[in-house]
């Protein structure tokens, strides 16, 4: 079992929709999680970030966190075409006494006009 | 714009060499980390540096190796390439082990 999940996608959304992002975590210890965008052939851009059960709103974007579930996702109000992306989502691993992030393999989102 | 800046961006090595890469960590960060993330695939942890000591290591061999400088500049260093190898490298700097803020990442091919 992968230690984070994401659906690969793509994800196609129409312009003006909710985009919305799921992944599921293995490691019932993690406390933080994370949300990055990245384009193709840039690096990943933190977008959101959670620690505590319940939603998370920025802007555009709501996280939510439902740490019983081991359940974390994105949503993206009102989607537009720059909106399309691989959406990366984290989860931070303490263990030998640091914290690591590990990842997803990312959901590929595609907003169409 | 993050405040971390890798060098080079891109660079081609052949199978066997050895290669250098390069972080300044945004200011007032102790604690750098690099990832390594393969075509399509989720970045993966290589190790991390805190005050210039690594404290914490992912599955990597050993021909993957680092500094961290007084300032928190960082280097990986990685021996005898491989073709797997070839990968986007992140590096993460923070503070306290809070949120990781990316350089723009160095693209790496080996040949």
């Known amino acids: 079992q992968k230690e984070v999940e994401q659906n690969s996608g793509p994800l196609s959304v129409p312009e003006g929709a909710i985009a919305s992002l799921n992944c599921t975590y293995s490691?019932?210890?993690?406390?933080?999680f994370f949300w990055y965008r990245q384009y193709s052939g840039k690096s990943p851009e933190l977008i959101m970030f959670i620690y505590s059960n319940g939603d998370k709103e920025d802007g555009r974007f709501t996280a939510q966190l439902n740490k019983a579930s081991q359940y974390v996702s994105l949503l993206i109000r009102d989607s537009q075409p720059s909106d399309s992306a691989t959406y990366l989502c984290a989860v931070n691993s303490f263990s030998g006494g640091y914290n690591k992030l590990i990842f997803g393999a990312g959901t590929r989102l595609a907003v169409h006009p | 714009e993050t405040g971390v800046t890798q060098s080079p961006t891109h660079l081609i090595k052949t199978r066997g060499q050895q290669v250098t890469l390069r972080c300044s960590s945004q200011s007032g960060h102790n604690t750098v980390s690099w990832y390594q993330q393969a075509l399509g695939q989720g970045p993966q942890f290589i190790f991390q540096?805190?005050?210039?000591?690594?404290?914490g290591r992912g599955n990597f061999p050993p021909r993957f190796s680092g500094l961290q400088f007084p300032n928190y500049s960082s280097e990986l260093n990685v021996n005898a390439l491989e073709l797997d190898d070839s990968a986007l490298y992140l590096c993460?700097?923070?503070?306290?082990?809070?949120?990781?803020?990316f350089g723009q990442g160095t693209r790496l091919t080996v040949v």
């Open positions: 540096y805190y005050r210039e000591e690594e404290n």
């Open positions: 490691d019932r210890g993690s406390q933080s």
């Open positions: 993460a700097s923070s503070f306290g082990q809070l949120e990781a803020f």
